[in-house]
């Protein structure tokens, strides 16, 4: 073949024979040579050997040996037709310069094409299974499907490779190049037009991605190519795959018995909605009579590639596609449907994409409903009773509240949870829901209402929020309820309460009760600067937390759902909007969302009657704090003497994250000196922690309980303990005490609130400590502050104590006012005068 011609070809030397040297090749091997042939069968004459790439079963089949029959009677066509022109390109028959005038006296249709080599296909038709499979998926040309049988070729017996070297004139390499697929099937220049355009990045075989090529540039025919790596495999009939990538495959259904022949249209459709989209595709799956294999996307490639690949793994093997893109951000989603749509369109295959809601994109949208709360509970029990397990229709229930999946996604469950328990299930239906969120972090949840100390009236409207939780599905249908409440929605619910007081931790405990994942909202990064980013991440977290069934808990909640201004610039009017979606939003979302905040007036009044529950976590009184300090030194902490944890709670007042830490900080100071706990480490650790928050800390050696600033003090805390217990006896709503000047600043975010504001102090010869204090009532409405001064005078006159560490307090109410008094006091602070008490304390 040197010097051979041929219009996509570089001519070779002419002083070797590779024809000749492959010959010498295969009679060492005990191969016949190319020309001749020892019978009837494969590869000239022989039965195939088994295919070298382990684990494939043997090429025995009839369809197989017929076609590879074929395609050894045309390759030993093509090396006589090649070897013919390479005598005649080589002037043989001619000497001197009549030699040298054949090289280009002879025509280019001569040398590149023949009208002797038979248009049948190779591949008959009845082709191998593997090839059936690609029939009935993609539009195949012919010339198309002899192009990766020749590749393929190369991957089930050791001879074609040599063969293939020598045919496209090129025994070094180790790789097949263009030029190999032009010399054996571009025959006809109908037929090499079509497979040149299949080569291109909009053909087929390229562009489709069933065949992957060299990178960079190549001379003209020179570039490599063999077939990607999910199409050999696919031909080869190796186990279906489990990953690709980064992507976990699952496959469903069997293999066809029978298969069209020929030509199938592509079909593409968008599943979507709250239902079980698994199963819709399923549904498909089984219409059209082929095996599904879904595809849980993730983001480690490339979105365009990743999707052609599975588009290529799938249709290859004949199954439809179903890429599972929950969670997955928008651009994402409708990057990878809009690449399978237009694969799909142009070459065919079969795909879906299961997402959270429709896509923007021109094609058939089919929507899962969700399935109702009895349709679930009874999905629980059924497939309870199929394994032969017993579940409790109570406990189906509560199951069915809490996990939102279909049937496919609850046999996942079960298959998690072998023993089959409530306990168990609810446990594996937590573990398998993961929510993707780019805005929050999964926290986790084992704490319950015996790790948590809040008042009475807290804990009892934890309570009424887990049963609505928990039973709301249930006694919505039961009792009708759809028909007069919207209650397909939420809840949404309010913990106000100030930094430390249990906000987090009862969260927690919910979640934990209701056997659903905490999602906490990073609000650093769901507010973008961006005009209409946050409102799509808030659409985004929302939407992703549904689907999950899971608890939304966003932090410092005031800074997001702050209540809305008046507009006098562009800036407002764009905050504005960010409230006014969440108001629409928030309506919508079928799930639990806990907001936190430290000051409740700073959320907008329109959001407040949107919240079912709107619980308030008062600072701990005294019992609480000790209750608090016991939880927080586990037995395992050693401990000498006998720690005095009320007087710690009597005499400090810290909320119960400054327990904690103050807590921690005692025992590792008792780790530190090598010694048990004692009542030391944990009075020094109070103070350190006093000390890092800024506040007053004793000096030990400065202590003096005498002391006109202790004692002073100590009035005080007396004085707010006595009115928070009274106060709480006529009130459920916390009062705030606010101690010093009612500024402004003061009260924000704190009403209804009491002020004791000190206007006078003295100290007599004697050591009595008098002091005189303003005492007012403040209130969001004026009628509600006549009512508590009223109770306010009560209290002070009756309720207060009469002795305090062994001295006698006298507390007493001026029935006289002093106006000049008042009129400089409130004014001084910038208030008109209020209505106020005067209260004279005298501590002998």
């Known amino acids: 073949m040197g010097g051979l011609y041929h219009p996509h070809r570089h001519p070779v030397s002419s002083s070797s024979n590779p024809l000749a040297e492959y010959q010498r090749s295969s009679s060492a091997r005990g191969l016949p040579p190319c020309g001749q042939s020892s019978g009837a069968g494969c590869i000239r004459g022989r039965t195939p050997p088994p295919m070298i790439r382990p684990g494939v079963a043997r090429v025995t089949e009839p369809s197989w040996a017929e076609t590879l029959g074929r395609l050894d009677t045309l390759l030993v066509q093509v090396c006589h037709l090649e070897e013919a022109r390479a005598s005649k390109l080589r002037g043989e028959e001619e000497g001197g310069w009549d030699a040298v005038r054949t090289t280009v006296r002879a025509p280019v249709s001569e040398l590149a094409f023949t009208a002797s080599l038979p248009e049948a296909p190779l591949l008959g038709t009845s082709p191998p299974l593997p090839f059936a499979r690609l029939r009935a998926s993609l539009r195949l040309e012919a010339v198309e499907e002899e192009a990766l049988l020749l590749l393929l070729a190369a991957h089930l017996e050791p001879r074609y490779p040599r063969l293939f070297a020598v045919l496209q004139d090129d025994t070094a390499q180790g790789w097949n190049v263009e ?495 090598g010694a048990p706990l004692c009542q030391e480490h944990l009075e020094r650790a109070v103070a350190l922690e006093l000390y890092e928050l800024g506040r007053l800390s004793r000096r030990a050696e400065a202590e003096s309980p005498g002391d006109a600033g202790t004692r002073l003090r100590r009035v005080a805390e007396v004085f707010q303990e006595a009115l928070d217990t009274q106060l709480r006896q006529h009130f459920l709503k916390e009062i705030h005490i606010l101690h010093g000047s009612p500024t402004r600043e003061a009260l924000a975010g704190k009403r209804p609130a009491v002020s004791l504001a000190l206007y006078r102090l003295a100290v007599t010869q004697s050591g009595a400590l008098r002091l005189g204090l303003i005492v007012s009532a403040w209130s969001n409405r004026a009628e509600e502050e006549h009512e508590l001064l009223g109770v306010l005078h009560g209290l002070l006159t009756r309720g207060l104590p009469h002795e305090l560490d062994g001295r006698k307090v006298t507390p007493r109410v001026q029935e006289s006012y002093d106006f000049d008094l008042l009129h400089r006091f409130w004014s001084s602070h910038g208030h008109p005068i209020r209505a106020s008490l005067v209260l004279d304390v005298e501590m002998t």
């Open 179 to 673: 030029r190999l697929l032009v010399t054996v099937l571009g025959r006809t220049p109908a037929r090499l037009q079509r497979l040149l355009a299949s080569l291109t990045e909009s053909g087929l075989l390229v562009g489709g991605g069933l065949l992957q090529t060299g990178l960079g540039a190549f001379p003209p025919m020179l570039r490599p190519v063999d077939l990607a790596p999910e199409v050999r495999d696919a031909l080869l009939e190796l186990p279906r795959p489990s990953v690709l990538g980064d992507m976990s495959l699952e496959w469903h259904g069997v293999e066809p018995l029978r298969l069209p022949e020929r030509g199938a249209s592509g079909s593409f459709a968008v599943v979507h909605g709250e239902g079980e989209r698994l199963g819709v595709a399923l549904g498909f799956a089984a219409d059209a009579g082929v095996p599904l294999v879904v595809a849980r996307w993730a983001g480690g490639l490339e979105q365009a590639f990743a999707a052609r690949a599975l588009w290529r793994m799938a249709s290859v093997r004949g199954a439809l596609l179903a890429v599972d893109l929950a969670g997955c951000e928008r651009g994402v989603a409708l990057s990878v449907t809009g690449t399978l749509s237009r694969l799909c369109q142009q070459f065919g295959g079969r795909a879906l994409v299961l997402c959270d809601s429709a896509q923007p994109v021109a094609v058939a949208h089919h929507e899962a409903p969700a399935l109702a709360f009895t349709e679930r509970r009874a999905l629980w029990r059924e497939e309870a009773l199929a394994r032969g397990l017993a579940l409790a229709e109570a406990d189906a229930g509560r199951l069915a509240s809490s996990f939102r999946g279909g049937l496919q996604e609850l046999r996942r469950v079960f298959d998690a949870a072998p023993g089959g328990d409530a306990d168990a299930l609810r446990g594996a239906a937590a573990r398998w829901v993961q929510v993707p969120l780019r805005h929050g972090y999964r926290l986790e949840t084992s704490r319950t209402f015996a790790d948590l100390v809040v008042r009475d009236t807290t804990r009892e409207a934890l309570e009424r929020l887990l049963f609505y939780v928990a039973q709301r599905d249930r006694v919505a249908e039961e009792r009708g309820l759809l028909q007069r409440f919207r209650l397909h929605t939420g809840p949404v619910a309010l913990f106000s309460g100030r930094s430390g007081t249990g906000k987090t931790l009862a969260a927690e405990v919910i979640a934990h009760a209701v056997g659903r994942p905490l999602y906490v909202i990073d609000l650093s990064r769901l507010v973008s600067k961006y005009v209409g980013e946050t409102e799509k991440n808030i659409d985004e977290v929302l939407s992703h937390g549904e689907r999950a069934g899971a608890v939304l808990f966003f932090d410092e909640a005031d800074s997001l759902f702050s209540a809305r201004t008046e507009v006098s610039n562009a800036n407002d009017r764009f905050a504005n909007l960010e409230v006014g979606f969440l108001l629409q939003r928030i309506e919508r979302h079928d799930g639990l969302i806990i907001l936190a905040t430290n000051l409740q007036t700073a959320i907008d009044e329109a959001f407040l009657r949107r919240f079912h529950a709107r619980i308030e976590f008062p600072f701990p009184e005294v019992d609480e704090r000790r209750r608090i300090w016991e939880l927080m030194l586990p037995d395992g902490v050693p401990r000498t003497g006998t720690l005095d944890l009320a007087g710690l709670a009597q005499r400090h007042r810290l909320s119960g994250g400054d327990i904690r830490n103050a807590a921690l900080k005692g025992i590792f100071l008792a780790e530190q000196a």
